[in-house]
C-alpha cells in the first residue's frame, strides 16, 4: 500500500534543483528511510550527507532548530504526527459508534455477552465466529497489518495512559474448539460459564481507578486466594518516543490484542467485576503478571520537504507483524519482563516501572498488594507481630513484611532482589518454594 502524510515542518538537506546532489541544506530535500520515525529521519539525513562526503552535523539538534522546537520530544511528536497523518480511525474497526466501543472494553455489548446456541429448531444463532467474528478477521487481513490506527484516546479506558502501557483482563471463555479455555460443545451445556486459559492471578479492584467503567466513584473488592477463579490478562507496552513504532501503532497493537488474537481466535470475553476489560495500565484490576505482544514493521518512507516548510512522507509496502514480546533476560510473552526490557533501553523511565509495578505486581505478591492498599485506605496496618523491630528486621512469621528499614545488601555483601526476579542474582529458590 502506499500513501502520502503532510505535515508543518521546517527542515532542509539539498535542494531539488541542480544542487540535489550538494551539501547544501538551506533548501527543500528528499531524503529515503526505512522508518517513519524520528530515528529513521536522523538516520536517513546523516547516511545522504556521509554518501555526498559532506560534514555531518548534530543532526538531532539541527531538526530540532529548524522545528523551532524546545526539547527533542517536541520534536519527537511532530515527526509522529505525520507519520500517522492516513492512520485510519479506530471506531472504524466496530462501525457502531462512541458508546458501543467504550462499552465493548468496559466488557459490555453483545460482542460480550452473545454465547453460541441453537434455537428450538437446531438452527445455530449467536455465533462468535461469524458476528463480529467475520469483520474482525477481515479487518486483521487487510487493514490492521498494513495501515495504522488511530489510538482511541476518545475513550476514557485509553486516555492518558501515563505508563505507556495498556492491559485487557478476561475471565469468560465463550467458544469451543480454539485449544483456549474450557468451552466445549455442545454450547447450552459446557460453555454457560466456562473459563480461559489460567494465565494470572487478580489481587484486589481499585473501582476509584476507573469510575467512568466502574460507574462508581469508590470502592474496592478484594480476591484473597484463588478466590477470583480463572482469569487471562494481556498487555502491551510502548517507548517514550511517540514516533517509534511500538508507540506510532500501539492502536493495531491494541486492535490485535482486545479483537483479534482473543476475541475473535480465542472467545475472551467480559470484564474483572469494578474494572475494565481493557484499559491504560494504572486504570486496571492489580494483577500478578499479563502475557504480551509487540510489534514490528517494514516500511519504505520517502521524506520531502517544500520550501514552504512542509513535509510530506510517501509511505510504500507497510507491513505489520504481531509477536510475543522479546523481555528481559529472556523472559518472553511477559508484560513486566518487556516494560523492564523497555527500561534497560532508555525508552521508559525507571519512575514508570516503579508505578507499573503498583498494578502488575509480580507473581505471588498479591498479599503484599492486598496488605499495602488497605493500609493506604487507613482500613488495616500491614502485618507485623509482637515484639518486632520493624525499622532493624521484620518478623519472621509473617516473613519480614513488615520491615521498614533500609538495608538492601545480606551479610555477605549480596544485593536484595524481589524474589520473582533473575538479577542481579539468578537463583532457583522461589518464594513458592
Known sequence: MKFTIAASVILFLTKHTNAQDTCDISGSFSVSSGSCSFDGLVASIEAKLSSLNCPIPNVPQLITSKLGATTLQDVKAEIASACSVAHLPFNSITGQGHVFDK????????????????DDYGITINRLATDPGDR????????????????????TNFEGCTLNAAMCCWVQDRQAGDNNGNCATPYDENCVDADPADNTDICYVDMSRAPASSRTSDGFSLFE????GDSHCHGFAWDEDPSDESALFKGNNLFYVSFYDHLQQRGYVRNVPGAPMCGCVEQMAV???????????????EFSFNDQNDLSATISDLELEFNACQGKNNNNNDLAAYVERLVDEGRISETKKGVFYETVVGETYCREAIDSFLDEEGLASKPACRGSYPSECGCEEVNQQDYTGTVSVTRSGRTCQRWDEQTPQIHTRTRRN
Open 103 to 118: 462499552e465493548y472494553f468496559d466488557g459490555g455489548t453483545y460482542y460480550n455477552d452473545q454465547r453460541e446456541s441453537t
Open 225 to 228: 486466594g484463588e478466590e477470583e
Open 136 to 155: 474482525i478477521q477481515d479487518i486483521f487481513q487487510n487493514q490492521a497489518q498494513s495501515n495504522g490506527f488511530i489510538w482511541p484516546s476518545d475513550l
Open 287 to 301: 494483577v500478578t503478571r499479563a502475557d504480551c505482544t509487540e510489534i514490528s514493521t517494514s516500511e519504505t518512507v
